[in-house]
């Protein structure tokens, strides 16, 4: 019965600073069913989003521990085992202080050992399974602007203590034109003694992230490319099962499961093996509940490739000649944003696969806000990003976006006719053939009659969300013609949709509700009856009606009566 986005993130359970959590139970049910978006989308203002060294790898990672500059300081320090870091009182104000510089807890970051241990998170099952013996090598690229010391070099050390050494080929550190010193030669010098090939390349200028990757990904001499961002922590046995599904078929662009490193804590959270990647009208990336359908599909195992429709963006590996052949990155895109919807459709819609493999496990700091600057401005650049991503990929479901967000209009793609010509190149599918076929659960409807506002014809009022959240009523206001919150769908499933809500009645005296799309009609099926402008609805045999006066701006269901307060126009100025 369709998806459910994943409820309310990881920050409860972070609230009480005296509170020890017991860490060496950690739950991939409970503790990060979570995530709302997994931290994707930082400054739209969305709400974002174990025992050690297993059996197997400990001589090895040994041996490697001895060679890492910091591991004599390690021991005893706080965060090991991805516990929570506990500031003490007299500091928590240079805490805060700190905070401003990356929009995480820098303090705690700094206190923490590079070489920190983590728990062994994967699923019981995951520890057993066997990887063909010959595994490609992989060249890690990670791109960053401004980022602290402390967290870049865990990202490093994290690769290099838990990846086998005979995987990994080099490590490629991408400087997006950073303003800190000890991102210069200091750092440089630093990773020159790493016991694995590792090396810094820099921007000229600011380049954004997509353009960072593209130079990182120049350098690859290794055979498959793994991006990471500049704030993780892998854990082990994350790489193997990567690179093995790429061995199976190399037009497979695989991701981790991303755990969550607190922003506040810096703790090592799980996440739900059961989320996949979305997205909602406004094309922000969103983890939601993955649909049984696709649970059965891998016969119910939690710990098989899992198909996602999309994926975050910033963790994945993917054949280096597969990376070209399908098109790399879209180099008009700018900063931040956009790139991972736009490689996940291409992978879809050109014949490759997006998967999920649960049984890699890297932990990413997700923070709430961004901590850089977006030259151009943020909104601008982001719509920008999504103008090309919409334009080139999205056909006639552009629209979603467009009228949704009508601000978003203002954006130019500038030109994007080399990505189209990619498209028709590599003969790709249609964005119905994805819908149809990768993401039936999509909260953009397949098939629809209407899209735009719906207009009462007594009140000259629209039909209006007002901005509320799910199981509060429906309401109505002045018509701003500004789409947003008065922007409906009117689909061939009869549901009034507005992004994941629908218009929802469960008794004939009751209020008209906005309630999570089923898509099993119910109460969230509608008969629209353009010849008496009527909204029906089909379980209770009433008609929407216009607001009384006692309760102004909502909407309810009263027996037909042909009243005019019962006419309602689906004829905006919207295209369709
Ligand atoms: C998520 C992705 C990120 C990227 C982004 C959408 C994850 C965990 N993260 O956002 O990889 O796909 O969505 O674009 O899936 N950076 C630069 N130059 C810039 C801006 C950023 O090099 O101008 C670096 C930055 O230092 C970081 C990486 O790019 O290492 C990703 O940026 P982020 O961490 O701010 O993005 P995030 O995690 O919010
Ligand atoms: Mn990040």
């Known amino acids: 019965a369709g998806e459910y986005d994943v409820e309310q993130p990881n920050a409860e359970r972070l609230v009480d600073d005296n509170q020890l959590v017991n860490d060496n139970e950690i739950n991939t049910e409970k503790s990060l069913d979570a995530e709302d978006s997994a931290g994707i989308a930082p400054i739209m203002g ?29 021991r005893g320090k706080p965060g090991e085992m991805g516990k929570p870091v506990k500031i003490p009182a007299d500091m928590k104000d240079l805490m805060k202080e700190k905070f401003k510089e990356n929009q995480f807890n820098l303090l705690a970051s700094d206190m923490i050992s590079l070489n920190r ?149 810096f703790e090592y959270i799980t996440a739900s093996d059961s989320t996949w990647g979305g997205f909602n009208w406004k094309l922000n990336f969103r983890w939601y509940r993955v649909p049984q359908r696709e649970m059965a599909r891998r016969n119910n195992d939690r710990t098989a490739p899992l198909r996602t429709p999309t994926m975050a963006g910033g963790l994945f590996s993917i054949d280096k000649d597969y990376f070209y052949e399908i098109g790399s990155y879209d180099e008009g895109m700018d900063i931040w944003g956009g790139e991972n919807l736009e490689m996940s459709f291409r992978v879809w819609m050109c014949g490759g696969l997006l998967e999920i493999a649960p049984c890699s496990r890297v932990g990413h700091v997700f923070r709430k806000s961004t901590p850089y600057t977006f030259p ?3 909104t601008e650049i982001v719509n920008h990003n999504n103008a090309r991503l919409v334009e080139v990929w999205l056909d006639d479901w552009k629209e979603f976006y467009y009228s949704f967000y009508p601000g978003a209009r203002k954006a130019s793609a500038g030109d994007v006719s080399d990505r189209k010509a990619l498209r028709d190149r590599l003969q790709c599918k249609s964005f119905r053939w994805y819908l149809e076929n990768v993401y039936p659960e999509s909260l953009m409807p397949l098939d629809y009659y209407y899209l735009g506002e719906i207009r009462n014809a007594e009140t000259e009022t629209c039909l209006d969300t007002m901005g509320r959240k799910y199981n509060e009523k429906v309401g109505s206001s002045y018509c701003h013609g500004l789409g947003g919150n008065q922007v409906f769908a009117y689909t061939k499933r009869q549901q009034i949709m507005s992004d994941d809500l629908c218009l929802d009645a469960a008794s004939s005296s009751g209020p008209v509700n906005m309630v999570r799309c089923h898509n099993m009609g119910g109460n969230q099926e509608w008969v629209y009856d353009a010849e008496e402008k009527w909204i029906r609805h089909t379980n209770t045999g009433q008609c929407l009606q216009r607001a009384t006066r006692d309760d102004a701006s909502t909407p309810l269901l009263r027996p037909c009566n042909y009243s005019k307060g019962q006419q309602w126009l689906m004829e905006s100025k919207f295209k369709w």
């Open 46 to 74: 969305q709400g974002f989003v174990s025992g050690g060294i297993s059996m197997t790898y400990r001589s090895v990672v040994l041996k490697k521990w001895f060679q890492a500059p910091t591991v004599r300081e390690s």
């Open 117 to 265: 241990s983590l728990t062994d998170v994967r699923h019981e099952n995951c520890r057993h399974k066997h990887y063909p013996s010959k595994l490609p090598t992989t060249s890690i690229v990670i791109v960053f602007h401004n980022e602290a010391w402390t967290t870049l070099l865990r990202t490093v050390w994290s690769v290099i203590n838990r990846s086998p050494r005979s995987l990994l080929k080099e490590i490629i550190l991408v400087d997006d034109a950073s303003e800190r010193d000890f991102l210069g030669k200091q750092l440089e010098d630093y990773v020159a003694k790493l016991p694995v090939r590792t090396f810094v390349l820099r921007t000229e200028k600011r380049s954004g992230l997509i353009r960072a990757r593209l130079l990182g990904a120049e350098h690859v001499t290794g055979e498959v490319i793994t991006f990471l961002d500049a704030h993780c922590e892998c854990t082990e046995g994350w790489l193997e099962p990567l690179l093995a599904r790429i061995v199976q078929n190399r037009r497979t662009v695989v991701c981790p499961i991303i755990d969550v490193i607190s922003d506040e804590t």
């Open 376 to 378: 151009g401005g943020t």
